[in-house]
Each structure stands twice: as C-alpha cells, then as structure tokens.
C-alpha cells in the first residue's frame, strides 16, 4: 500500500533549524515529527522550497536547511500549477507578493498530495481559508490537500481540518 504524499512548505525546514527565543518547541516538534513522518510519508515539494530555503543571510543555516531536504523529491512549476497559483490569488485565497504560498498550495493539489505540512498559520494552516479552499478546488476538479501543522499531523490525522 503506498504511503499518503506530504507536501512540504519552507516553514519545515525553517523551524527544523529555528534557534530564536521562544520557538524551542516548534523547533522539537518539527525535529520529532521529520524522524517519524520519514517512514509513514512520502514528501514532496517543489522547486519554490529549495529557492526558499537556500536564502537567508546566515549561509551556514541556509546549507544546514539544503541538506535536510536533499533527499526529498522536488517538482519544476509546471504551467498547471502556475496558472492554479494564479487563480487563488486572482479569487483572493492567497496573496499576490510574495506569490510562494500560492505556489506551494497549487503544487500540492496538482499533484494529489494528500497533506501539505506548514507552520504558516497567516496564510495556509488558516482554518478561515479551508473552506474557500475546497470551493476553488472542487470547482476545478482537483484534490484538496490537508493543510497541517507537524504537531497535528503527529496526534492525529483528523485533526488537520481540512474536510
């Protein structure tokens, strides 16, 4: 039986190496959950994490990052998934600038994940935009990815909220 695709955003990676004050516990719970989710998921992103993750002014966090994901397969944006991108931004589900999370949520419906892992809780882990998400989707035939955080993707996948 195949695992169930995890679509991953920037904000894993990013927490995953996240040393500021008082973002020890998402930092524990992200490095927990990527041990364990290794062997019940498959991951999956796009070019957009890589762009995302290589940036920063500390270079030796931005290497520390590329290497935690070198394994994960990565996905070229595809005129598909551009265009979806554009569209939640033209119906207002996500924002024009910067566009990554529109890209991020369109890679994950256009390739059928089943969950997309986050952090960000302005713009994707919204449980206000959830419903419009299924809306535009199902208006256009695709997937609805479950938008989850790794502390609610551990407990349980129920609880991601999404349907």
């Known amino acids: ?13 990013s927490a995953y190496f ?10 524990l719970v992200t490095r927990l959950w990527w041990e364990a ?12 994490l890589r762009d995302e993750v290589g940036r920063g002014s500390r ?6 990052r590329l290497r935690l994901i070198c394994d994960v397969p990565v996905v070229d944006i595809s005129p598909e998934i551009r265009e979806l991108a554009d569209w939640y931004i033209l119906h207002k589900l996500m ?14 419906a256009v390739l059928k994940c089943e969950y997309l892992a ?11 935009k959830a419903v419009h998400l ?20 551990m407990d349980d996948d129920d609880n991601c909220g999404n349907r």
């Open 1 to 13: 039986m195949p695992k169930p695709t995890v679509y991953l955003d920037s904000t894993i990676p």
């Open 18 to 27: 996240d040393d500021r004050p008082g973002r020890s516990s998402q930092r």
């Open 37 to 48: 989710a290794r062997t019940e998921y498959d991951f999956i992103s796009s070019t957009v």
């Open 59 to 64: 270079r030796d966090r931005a290497e520390a």
């Open 95 to 108: 924002p024009a600038r910067p566009d990554a999370d529109a890209v991020h949520l369109a890679t994950a």
């Open 118 to 128: 986050t952090w960000n809780f302005g713009h994707l882990a919204n449980q206000n």
């Open 134 to 153: 299924a809306v535009l989707n199902r208006r256009r035939g695709l997937s609805v990815p479950r938008i989850c955080t790794p502390d609610t993707l």
